[in-house]
């Protein structure tokens, strides 16, 4: 979990959802097969999100949020209008949102 988040002009909620790595890169990879036309490539990458439950990552992001205190309309503000408190809650809802068999907080 990050010690500090920088202040960010992306909405909270996509920045939590930025924590998921795996989920991003894949993401990322079926835009480029999009791209390519590649459709083996676009029917295994969905089968990749399929098994993460990629489909309901925004609604996971937004329980989590709403579960540390943040307003449905705190959800869509920019990473840099919280405070510093405020923000170490985003970083723990990216921990929290990120498949993990541990999670170890000092």
């Not at 993401?27 to 083996?40: F, I, P």
């Not at 489909?55 to 869509?76: C, D, K, M, P, Y």
Request: aromatic share 6%; charged share 20%; glycine share 8%.
């Amino acid at each position: 979990m990050n010690q500090e988040t920088p202040a960010l002009d992306i909405s909270a909620i996509d920045y939590v959802i930025q924590g998921d790595r795996e989920y991003c890169r894949l993401q990322q990879e079926l835009e480029r097969a999009n791209e390519r036309n590649d459709g083996n490539a676009i029917a295994r990458i969905h089968g990749q999100l399929e098994m993460l439950d990629a489909w309901t990552i925004q609604s996971r992001a937004a329980s989590l949020l709403h579960g540390l205190g943040f307003s449905q309309e705190e959800t869509i503000q920019p990473v840099k209008a919280f405070s510093g408190g405020w923000r170490m809650r985003l970083n723990l809802a990216q921990a929290l949102l990120c498949p993990s068999d541990l999670l170890l907080l000092g």
